[in-house]
């Protein structure tokens, strides 16, 4: 058992807390994102499951045991980092077996057989011999992670793998990652800044923000189903809309209805309510019809696959528009924007409200 729980962690540097009391638990076998802005506190949160850190408060537990006091090489973790260590003088097989030698219990037929796999997987059996500095940086992280996984530690630990790799090496990289992923089940924490790749890799994303963990969740469930407005902001290119609501008398208005909607139930007087609504759920059409509100078209760029990405101003209002095929007016023209009821979030204070 790998389960990782961490038991309300604080990680304070001076007075600022990078990791801000996050109680959490990442399930046995799965692969975890933690996704988040600059600075949210994720590579302090990492280096605390590794043990490079010690928190200010609170535990971690490996499979139910307490690994809090105990350094990096005794909790048995494999890592993997954004500038990977690596000895030059050895090939890319025997960098991949090097830790196992350390492993008395591992025998040299065995050795051999997981690095066998281990290249397989990854899909560089053909660069066996190759020494390091042969490799482009993408291959030289494959190395890495076949390093780290070859010693089929339960817990494999990422942090932001892919960001000193040139663009067209990622998609292999992460190809690579997500085979290694799936064959061994290891228990997966991933660091990343990319939303792309949180949603590729994880079998949960964990979104920070301000050192604490805002939402736990499948990729898709938090893409849907963001519970704050900084969820809906973050995912997403671009991310959601939030329009200004007013409230009075149980009733919702905003620039983007045509009809009021009833207001949720527990809605604290004099919270700043916004509708929520991703760009490509919003209807742009040329002529008016049930449930539209004029705009003006203030922005058109093209998009990709046949979508623009476009905006349009209801009033002072601007709303991002991903559109279907070519946009029906003229920038500066008038367009008929329909949000549909059934996908407007009601949003209070930047928190999802149930309605
Ligand atoms: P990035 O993607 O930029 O690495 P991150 O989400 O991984 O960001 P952390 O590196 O965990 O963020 O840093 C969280 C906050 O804690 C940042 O404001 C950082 O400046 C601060 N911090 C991290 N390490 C230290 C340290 N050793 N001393 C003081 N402040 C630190």
Redesign the pocket.
Known sequence: MAEIVIDRVVKR??S?N?VDDIAMRFADGEVACLL?P????????MRIIAGLERPTSGRVLFGGRDVTGLAPRQRNVGMVFQYPVMYPTLSVAENIALPLHYDRSVSAAERQKRVEAVLDVLDIRDLAGAYIEELNAGNRQKVAVGRAVARQSEIVLFD?PTTNVEVNAKLALIRAFKAVTQRLRQTIVY?T?DQTEAMTLADRIAL?QSGKIVQYDQPQELYNNPTTEFGGWFLGNPGMNFIPAAVAGGRITAPILTEALPAPAGLKPGAAVTLGIRPELVRMQGEAGPGTVPAILTDQAIGIAGRYLTKARIGDVVIKVNTEGVPPSRLGGTVHLCAPRARLMVFADGVRVAT
């Open positions: 540097f001076g600022f990078a988040g600059s600075g949210c506190g994720k590579t302090t949160l932001e660091v800044h920070m």
